[in-house]
């Protein structure tokens, strides 16, 4: 049997299907530390302001409005865009990538936690991006694995997510189409980014009773959020609203 990585290491060296070096914790979890309070893009009234705009839009769990209420979202962002940090919109982050809009992070999110109590279990997260989501999903579950393929973002998240101090967060730099085997099973899987089917990696690592988000290409052309929710006997898709996420591709770049 192959063993899971301890928890809380972070594995940040080499691709996934290699042995990643493991770190030490890089401190005591966010989860524990005060909501900060000070002026500006600091100020926790800006990010009140788009959690009550979010919430208007029909977003009504509490675990995610908090979640987002807590996380500075400017701290992921281009200093040249900062001051739409907290506007309900997509931005870029570089290499072709997007950072997601606060209203499609939370109506993601709210899916995974839809009929639950308390946290999620652990979490695998397809595409790390510039980390914000991640940073999201370390509020809501007690453990989040997060699979970037290109080098550069995995890079540019670790730098993010430095000063955040999530010891229940692990980034890897890998396939993320392959998922994470080594990590599974997971209660939840959420992409952020869109194929043509979700991957049968993904279903055999989801947990009974786990659900999976992901953004994928319908017959029509059109992308859509595609729920799969796995139980005993059955693996349920159920296709949602459209959307528009950047497309979900193989290897590692």
């Known amino acids: 049997m192959t063993r899971r990585p301890g928890f809380p290491a972070r594995f940040d060296q080499g691709p996934l299907g290699q042995a990643p070096r493991a770190r030490a914790p890089v401190a005591q979890s966010a989860v524990q530390s005060p909501t900060p309070t000070g002026l500006g893009l600091d100020s926790h009234a800006i990010r009140a302001r788009m959690v009550q705009r979010i919430a208007a839009q029909g977003i009504i769990d509490a675990r995610v409005l908090e979640a ?46 839809a009929g639950t109590q308390g946290r999620l279990g652990r979490v695998l997260e397809i595409g790390t991006g510039c980390g914000y989501q991640a940073a999201v999903l370390s509020r809501v579950a007690t453990e989040v694995y997060s699979v970037e393929r290109l080098r550069g973002l995995h890079e540019k998240a670790r730098e993010n997510l430095r000063t955040f101090r999530l010891a229940n967060v692990h980034l890897l730099f890998g396939d993320g189409m392959l998922g994470y085997p080594k990590g599974a099973p997971y209660a939840a899987i959420i992409a952020a980014a869109g194929g043509e089917a979700v991957p049968a990696a993904w279903v055999d690592q989801l947990a009974v009773g786990g659900r999976i988000i992901a953004p994928t290409v319908l017959a029509t052309g059109q992308q859509a959020l595609v729920l799969v929710e796995k139980t005993p006997l059955q693996v349920r898709q159920t296709v949602l609203e459209t959307v528009h996420f950047v497309p979900l591709k193989s290897g590692i770049a």
């Open 68 to 113: 987002l209420g807590t996380v500075e979202r400017h701290r992921f962002v281009d200093s040249a865009l900062v001051n739409q940090a907290y506007e309900d919109t997509s931005l870029p982050i570089g290499l072709g990538q997007t950072i997601s809009k606060p209203s499609v992070v939370a109506r993601m999110i709210e899916l995974l936690l």
